[in-house]
């Protein structure tokens, strides 16, 4: 076998040479769903046994701590420096490290930046994109351009890149979509289902479970003081649905195998993200300085159309579909 090993499975590959690649070095969650059944079939998982032993690996191998441990190095009482508002990691919503399918995974990313981002209306670098993450998930100030850490970010998406193909067309590469019902998602309903499938690991008020040291989470935050901010793409609530569908509740879903329907992921993701009930900081709003790249379920107004911020929060959003196509225009979300 090569150095680097891409375990990319295509039917015709024996399920014999999949499990002998994986069992030692890939994800715990990889493996587990590779026990589990056929489901991932076609998924593209990495080895980190193969990271080189020279200068850029030990900076890929830092990056990959980063992303694990992020409040840890970086966080408030950061071992490295003190960045982050909080103590969230990187991958609780990147899962794996920023490598599970249907987790906005991140092994396209080195290949897909600089990109136009409508959220600045202009072309952002890769590192600008990581101080996005970095200021609103995670409530801290944007890492130095030359800082090692930013580096060892920089770093491991480089390397992980290497593993899928250029033009970023991989199963896993995007969350899986949610087919949207004719009525709008429900904080009442959401409220219910959140009890019922959320409230062990999270806590009822979505206040989340500190590990041992307190140096992160083993159930992070989903609101309050400690929660990700309303700027962050997380606060949509179409977005958010289509990475609990692949994602939670984390001791039920398997791999590309949702669990919550995509009516009860809207209701959850509309109950974790109303405001009037949940308090989350820096509640200012960021704006897109262009309204036609402003995604549907930003719930801001002023809008390109004449929908309510109530229906682009919660929707229905057929609606407003149908109205953007019928004006020859891209609804983004
Ligand atoms: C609360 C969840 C959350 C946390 C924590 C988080 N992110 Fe993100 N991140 C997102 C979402 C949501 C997106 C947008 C994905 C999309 O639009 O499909 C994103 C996008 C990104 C992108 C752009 C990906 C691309 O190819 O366009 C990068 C890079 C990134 N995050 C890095 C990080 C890093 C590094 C950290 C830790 C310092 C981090 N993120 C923490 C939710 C999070
Ligand atoms: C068995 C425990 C468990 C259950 C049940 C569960 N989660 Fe999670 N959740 C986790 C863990 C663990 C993570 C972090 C994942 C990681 O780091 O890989 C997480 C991460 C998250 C995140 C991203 C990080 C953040 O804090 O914003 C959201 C959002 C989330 N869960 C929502 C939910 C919702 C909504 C439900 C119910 C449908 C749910 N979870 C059920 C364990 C759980």
């Known amino acids: 076998m090569k150095k680097l090993i891409l375990i990319a499975l295509f039917s015709a590959l024996p399920m014999l040479v999949f499990n002998s690649c994986t069992k030692s070095n890939s994800q715990t969650l990889a493996s587990k769903t590779t026990e589990e059944g056929e489901e991932d079939e076609g998924y593209i998982t990495i080895d980190t046994s193969q990271i080189p032993d020279d200068q850029f690996g030990e900076s890929v191998r830092y990056g990959r701590e980063l992303m694990m441990k992020t409040a840890y190095y970086i966080g408030p009482n950061g071992k490295n420096g003190q960045y982050l ?21 991140l092994m396209s990313s080195h290949d897909n930046y600089p990109q136009y981002r409508g959220r600045e209306n202009k072309v952002l670098t890769l590192a600008e994109r990581v101080n996005n993450c970095i200021m609103r ?26 593993f899928v193909p250029k033009d970023g067309n991989f199963k896993g590469a995007k969350n899986l979509e949610i087919e949207f019902p004719d009525v709008a998602a429900s904080p009442e309903r959401g409220k219910v289902l959140f009890a019922e499938n959320c409230a062990r690991c999270h806590g009822n008020n979505g206040e989340g479970v500190y590990n041992a040291d307190k140096s992160g989470y083993t159930y992070p935050p989903l609101w309050g003081e400690y929660g990700y901010q309303p700027g962050s793409s997380m606060h ?8 609990l569908k692949s994602n939670m509740p984390y001791d039920k879903v398997l791999l590309g195998k949702p669990y919550l329907t995509d009516k009860q992921a809207l209701d959850i993701a509309a109950y974790v993200n109303d405001d009037s009930q949940h308090k989350r900081p820096n509640p200012k709003t960021f704006d897109y300085p262009n309204k036609m790249g402003k995604p549907i379920d930003y719930a801001h107004s002023p809008f390109q159309d004449n929908f309510s911020e109530e229906q682009h929060k919660y929707g229905p959003y057929k609606p407003i579909i149908a109205y953007w196509k019928k004006q020859g225009w891209k609804a983004v979300y």
């Open 85 to 105: 508002g909080n103590k969230m990691n990187c991958t609780n919503c990147h899962q794996d490290a920023g490598t599970k399918p249907h987790a906005f995974n």
């Open 137 to 162: 998930p995670h409530s801290g100030k944007p890492l130095p351009l030359d800082s090692k850490e930013m580096v060892a970010f920089l770093s491991y998406f480089k390397w992980i890149s290497k």
């Open 236 to 243: 949509r609530v179409i977005k958010q649905a289509q990475w």
